[in-house]
């Protein structure tokens, strides 16, 4: 009703497969594609209740109303006029922002939502708003802020099905958005359906009946303690509202209190709105509202020039504002007020303003009030051919609004609402009994599968028994095989010993003759230098030979290392330090430098051992590097560790040989740059001395460009 302030609506066993086929056999037999439906619905709604549960323990909303709070503050405050920018702006913020929750679109969808049907009446672009609303709270009603928006969702698409005449869906939408809202708990926005009621009363005719649901409507909006202006709106159009029905039922008196009582209430509660653009509008806009009513009271009354001044009062404000179908209106109280008067030359004026407005913002039942106007000057002025054309074309207009607007007449919303109710009660009692079944069903299911279970327990149990013998039997099998493995062992191991034993032996019954032969070829040299070069090449290929027999001996007296030693507190820097010392003159040699970087370091440890560890990795480092290249040796503490490297920029280790660095295995050794000789012992030794510190060796080698040689040894408690 547009005389009223507007309102922002907004196998394993055969026993076991028997017993199944059977069972799965009875279902089918009693309707399976009813059971399907009925488990998947249930299965549907438990997960939607599952989602809501999960989502409610969530302490973060997905909502940022901080946010948007001042964007939508800054659209509403473009106007009526600047609409389309509002809209523009409204988009480009919330595509810059993709974290939208549900309800920060949803009050967007709003916004677009109370353009399309309080001001333009555009009831097909303002249900696509309303039915995006619906889908973006579409399972997300368990929290009572969605709740409470779908609610006023479905309430808003009832009143455009009402407004399409199909009352019956449209007071389906409002049973259902009342059953939302009141779901959620919140008395503030019951409101917007109890005014919907009235209105409809109001649009029936029966004031009397609409008046209590106005008044209940105002009650419950003192619930609405954080949305002052939402109450502020609200609540002032319902007082103006409750005096349009005193006004219509002929109760002067009483419509006069309730326009006062509106009056009243803008004045005493504009203030905190008066700031804000917007708001401050709407007052103005309320006002002339009221004023506009208030007038054709003014005017039953017989105050003629009251009625006048009040109705041009109206027009002014809210011919260009949000409120312009209210002030079509009121030019029709003032058109007549002229008529009436024989102010002929003022009515036609008014109706080209009306025109005018209608063409911008076009309404049926102001269209049809126009046409009658027209009919109703024309005739007054003496044109009786355009009377009947204007009267012609109020009739044809008019039968058109009847068409939609008759049926309502005939509603009993009371009998509507009570059929609504037993519906709803009836579907709950048909969901309940689908979901009784659908636990039979399920409850079924479980006992077969329950006795599968034991059963298959039974028949395991059976079987592990009879493993659990052959198992022992095995064991027993398992622990004499064992016993003659350990004999195995230790006469492996103590044949180890006498073979290392004996290769000592060898050794060193060995070393004294081949240093022997070694010194003889040394004095021949030195005694008679007049040998022919032939004999020369000759003698020195004996003492290379016996340098090299004497070193193989050397490695193989070695090679026992993790035999028992006596361990004592070794300062590892200064052993480095030691070994870098009498290697420099070797790496001068190959015009070779070594770089040393040390950290004071105290060790548990062999230091004979530890020294031929660093001995070995230094040694390989300028055997394998060529000449006039840096060697790098440095110390690093990580944590309860510590860290040697040793890196060259050498020719590297092959790929088929990294495998084979740190055991006695045939080619693991190999010359070095110069042809220095390698037996591939050094390295295995290496290993089995840092392991027996409890410690670990590894390389990082690269062929061609170098390798890093990393012994890693754990600090005890003295550092």
């Known amino acids: 009703m547009r005389e009223a302030q507007a309102r922002n609506n907004n196998s394993t066993g055969t026993f076991v497969y028997l017993l199944l086929h059977l069972f799965f056999n009875r279902i089918a037999d009693m309707k399976v594609a009813a059971l399907i439906d009925r488990l998947a619905r249930w299965a549907g709604v438990s997960g939607i209740y599952l989602l809501a549960a999960c989502s409610t323990t969530s302490q973060e909303s997905p909502d940022h109303p901080e946010y948007f709070d001042p964007v939508l503050e800054k659209a509403t405050g473009?106007?009526?006029d600047r609409v389309m920018e509002a809209f523009h702006y409204l988009d480009s913020v919330y595509a810059a922002f993709p974290d939208a929750g549900p309800l920060d679109r949803t009050r967007k969808y709003n916004f677009k939502l109370d353009y399309y049907w309080n001001i333009r009446r555009d009831p097909y672009r303002?249900?696509?708003?309303?039915d995006s609303i619906l889908w973006v709270l579409s399972g997300k009603t368990t929290q009572p802020a969605y709740a409470i928006e779908y609610g006023r969702a479905l309430l808003q698409i009832g009143d455009l099905l009402k407004e399409e005449g199909k009352y019956s869906d449209a007071f389906s939408r409002y049973y259902e958005g009342r059953a939302f809202i009141q779901r959620a708990g919140d008395t503030c926005f019951f409101n917007e359906y109890n005014s919907r009621l009235a209105v409809t009363y109001y649009y029936q005719n029966r004031f009397q009946e609409a008046i209590p649901y106005f008044r209940e409507a105002f009650a419950v909006l003192d619930a609405c303690k954080r949305n002052l202006f939402y109450r502020f709106r609200n609540q002032q159009a319902d007082l103006d509202n409750i005096a349009l029905c005193y006004h219509k039922l002929g109760q002067?008196?009483?419509?006069?209190?309730?326009?006062?009582?509106?009056?009243?209430?803008?004045?005493?509660?504009?203030?905190?709105?008066?700031?804000?653009p917007p708001q401050a509008r709407f007052v103005g806009e309320a006002l002339a509202v009221i004023n506009g009513n208030k007038g054709s009271l003014l005017l039953k009354m017989g105050d003629t020039a009251g009625a006048e001044n009040l109705y041009r009062q109206s027009i002014a404000t809210n011919l260009y504002g949000s409120e312009t179908r209210d002030a079509q209106i009121t030019i029709t109280k003032l058109v007549t007020l002229h008529l009436a008067q024989r102010r002929h030359s003022e009515a036609a004026t008014w109706l080209g303003v009306m025109r005018r407005s209608l063409d911008t913002m076009p309404n049926g039942e102001?269209?049809?009030?126009?046409?009658?106007?027209?009919?109703?000057?024309?005739?007054?002025?003496?044109?009786?051919?355009?009377?009947?054309?204007?009267l012609q074309s109020y009739i044809r207009v008019k039968d058109s609004l009847e068409k939609t607007s008759s049926p309502l007449r005939a509603i009993d919303i009371q009998k509507e609402f009570g059929y609504l109710a037993r519906e709803y009660e009836l579907t709950l009692l048909r969901r309940?009994?689908?979901?009784?079944?659908?636990?039979?069903?399920?409850?079924?299911?479980?006992?077969?599968?329950?006795i599968a279970i034991i059963l298959l327990i039974w028949q395991n149990?059976?079987?592990?028994?009879?493993?659990?013998?052959?198992?022992?039997?095995?064991?027993?099998?398992?622990?004499?095989q064992h016993d003659q493995m350990n004999k195995s062992l230790d006469a492996l191991e103590q044949s180890q010993l006498d073979n290392s034993k004996m290769m000592k032996i060898v050794a060193h019954d060995l070393r004294n003759p081949v240093g022997a032969i070694i010194t003889l070829t040394e004095l021949i040299w030195l005694k008679d230098n007049d040998q022919s070069g032939e004999t020369q090449s000759l003698l020195g290929m004996m003492k290379e030979s016996g340098e090299k027999a004497l070193n193989l001996i050397t490695e193989l007296l070695r090679m026992n290392v993790i035999s028992k030693t006596q361990m004592e507190l070794v300062q590892i820097d200064l052993v480095l330090q030691y070994c870098v010392d009498l290697l420099r003159l070797k790496a001068e040699e190959?015009?070779?430098?070594?770089?040393?970087?040390?950290?004071?370091?105290?060790?548990?440890?062999?230091?004979?051992?530890?020294?031929?560890?660093?001995?070995?990795?230094?040694?390989n480092a300028v055997k394998f590097s060529r000449r006039g290249t840096v060697i790098e040796v440095s110390m690093k503490r990580d944590n309860n560790l510590l860290r040697i490297s040793v890196k060259d920029n050498g020719i590297g280790i092959p790929t088929d040989m990294k495998d084979k660095i740190f055991s006695m295995s045939p080619g693991a050794g190999r010359k070095g740059t110069q042809g220095e000789e390698s037996y591939g012992l050094g390295l295995a030794i290496s290993k089995q001395i840092v392991e027996s510190h409890g410690g670990r060796i590894w390389f990082e080698s690269q062929e061609g460009k170098g390798s890093v040689f990393h012994v890693e040894l754990r600090i005890n408690a003295l550092n």
């Open 78 to 80: 473009f106007g009526g």
């Open 126 to 130: 303002a249900r696509i708003y309303a």
């Open 252 to 276: 002067t008196d009483s419509a006069m209190f309730y326009y006062d009582s509106a009056t009243r209430y803008i004045a005493a509660h504009k203030a905190p709105f008066l700031k804000n």
């Open 366 to 390: 102001n269209e049809t009030l126009w046409h009658k106007l027209r009919s109703q000057y024309h005739q007054a002025t003496g044109n009786h051919a355009m009377a009947l054309l204007s």
């Open 432 to 450: 309940e009994n689908e979901v009784k079944t659908t636990y039979l069903y399920i409850s079924l299911i479980f006992f077969a599968m329950t």
């Open 461 to 480: 149990w059976k079987r592990s028994k009879k493993h659990v013998e052959e198992l022992r039997k095995l064991n027993h099998q398992i622990l004499i």
């Open 590 to 619: 190959k015009d070779q430098k070594i770089v040393l970087h040390t950290i004071p370091m105290t060790l548990q440890a062999s230091r004979e051992k530890i020294w031929r560890v660093f001995s070995n990795l230094i040694t």
